[in-house]
């Protein structure tokens, strides 16, 4: 585990072209933690919370970064895109609520479950959006 005085960073590309590269950032931090010696259900939360918001930024935005800063209290994940941002955060807040385009359902993705799952498996969540603009995600994992 990670001393009291240590805070880990790391920085993500997210490629908005690629869906076979969705979900590597969230496959680094899930090796990462184990090293660090996190607990397996924060590794777990943590690794869900990345992989539906690279997927969203693959979707819906032609990919962002992600920004991860691992302290020994909590787990900070930062995804920010230059999107069309999100319309009705209520709305897509809700389960199975989903403006994924068909050609991206008959992929598999695209179900409305990542906002919802986001929230589901983090502490805190905060969606800071505005649109033809884009959308920042703050979401923190406590340890």
Do not use: C, W
């Not at 979900?23 to 990462?32: D, L, Q, R, Y």
């Not at 897509?92 to 359902?105: P, V, W």
């Amino acid at each position: 585990m990670i001393s009291v005085d240590d805070t880990v960073k790391f920085h993500f590309d997210v490629d908005g072209e690629n869906f076979s590269s969705a979900g590597e950032a969230s496959i680094i931090m899930k090796k990462s933690l184990r090293q660090l010696g996190f607990p397996q259900n924060v590794i777990r939360r943590v690794t869900i919370a990345m992989y539906e918001g690279e997927i969203n930024m693959v979707i819906h935005a032609n990919g962002g970064q992600a920004d991860v800063e691992i302290s020994p209290d909590e787990i900070k994940i930062v995804l920010e895109d230059s999107g069309p941002g999100i319309a009705d955060v209520d709305l897509a807040m809700q389960e199975g609520y989903s403006t994924a385009k068909d050609n991206i359902r008959a992929l598999g993705f695209g179900a409305g479950m990542g906002l919802p799952n986001m929230k589901k498996y983090t502490d805190s969540m905060e969606i800071e959006t505005e649109i033809g603009v884009g959308t920042k995600i703050t979401m923190t994992v406590k340890t």
